[in-house]
Every structure is written in C-alpha cells, then in structure tokens.
Nanobody
Framework: QVQLVESGGGSVQAGGSLRLSCAASGFTFSAYAMTWVRQAPGKGLEWVSTISPIGRSTYYASSVKGRFTISRDNAKNTVYLQMNSLKSEDTALYYC????????????WGQGTQVTVSS
C-alpha cells in the first residue's frame, strides 16, 4: 500500500524559506518519478515540480522556477522541495505523489503539509 507522508510546512514571511519532505513507503521508490502539487484556498490542484526516478531530470512550474528546488534521496525513500524567496501566492496545502505531472487528476490525497506565507 502506497503511503506518502508530507512534512515541513509552516508559516513564514514573504522572502523566507521552507523545506518540505515527503517520506514514501509501500512501493519501489527509486522506480518512480515523484511530484509535488499544491492547492491554494478556493482553487484547484496545481502542479509544482517533478523529479525523475534517479533525480537526473527536474521540472518546474513557471510560477516557482528559480525559487524552488526538488530533490530526492532514494536511500531514504524521501523527496524534498526546497522553497526560497517565498511569496504570498505560494500559500497552499502541498502534497507529494508518485508519478509525473498527470497526478493532478487524482482524487485521493494524503494530509499534505500547509505552507502559509504572510506579506
């Protein structure tokens, strides 16, 4: 059974940084791309970033490119999202998922981790 547990969210001021973590279990982590998505209040899911199975390739939404960095540690079955220069529009509930950008069509998500950026 796939389990994904997000952590690391919090409240920060604009310009600050946070590092999100997602601990995975129940599947062969190193065989899957991993993706972060987010959902802002009153809005739908937004794809944020994807990393290839061994971390060689990374992809970012234009809204976060240059500010966010996705990485993974396959020995720890964990994917990270380093978020710098945070803006108020980054305020959202952040989720990780096994797979690529197509995960935004999924209906069931874990608890996520809340990021709140105050201006």
């Amino acid at each position: 059974q796939v389990q994904l547990v997000e952590s690391g969210g919090g409240s920060v001021q604009a310009g600050g940084s946070l590092r999100l973590s997602c601990a995975a279990s129940g599947f062969t982590f190193s065989a899957y791309a991993m993706t972060w998505v987010r959902q802002a209040p009153g809005k739908g899911l937004e794809w944020v970033s994807t990393i290839s199975p061994i971390g060689r390739s990374t992809y970012y939404a234009s809204s976060v490119k240059g500010r966010f960095t996705i990485s993974r540690d396959n020995a720890k079955n964990t994917v990270y999202l380093q978020m710098n220069s945070l803006k108020s529009e980054d305020t959202a509930l952040y989720y990780c998922a096994d797979g690529g950008a197509e995960v935004v069509s999924r209906k069931n998500w874990g608890q996520g981790t809340q990021v709140t950026v105050s201006s």
